[in-house]
């Protein structure tokens, strides 16, 4: 019914810069929170940054002044914009969202397949 879909990710040097971007589609009544987590082999998922549906922002304290979250609600977008990249980014990013569906007006979370970040030297 609700799908989200990941792209951006790739292979990137230190310091440099990526722009991922998430799209929700389907049976969308409305969008509350969005957010992008990530996770590398052997660790646990990690909130990065999340952004409910009426503004502000919510960053981990590893991303902070480095990478930014937005959305663009008419387009069930958001998108993650990563600076200053460093080899701890390194992951697989996930978009997140928590989305009330039109069939049953109950809100639900949803989550992308992901994509990869690959920061190197």
């Known amino acids: 019914q609700v799908q989200l879909v990941e792209s951006g990710g790739g292979l990137v040097q230190v310091g440099g810069s990526l722009r991922l971007s998430c799209t929700a589609s389907?049976?969308?009544?409305?969008?509350?929170?969005m957010s992008w987590y990530r996770q590398s082999p052997g660790k646990q998922r990690e909130l990065v940054a999340t952004?409910?549906?009426?503004?502000?922002?919510n960053y981990a304290d590893s991303v902070k002044g480095r990478f930014t979250i937005s959305r663009d609600n008419a387009k069930n977008a958001v998108y993650l914009q990563m600076n200053s990249l460093k080899p701890e980014d390194t992951a697989v990013y996930y978009c997140?969202?928590?989305?009330?569906?039109?069939?049953?007006?109950?809100?639900?979370?949803?989550w992308g397949q992901g994509t990869q970040v690959t920061v190197s030297s």
């Open positions: 997140n969202a928590e989305i009330v569906i039109v069939t049953t007006h109950r809100s639900y979370s949803y």
């Open positions: 952004m409910p549906t009426g503004g502000g922002t």
């Open positions: 389907g049976s969308i009544f409305s969008i509350n929170r």
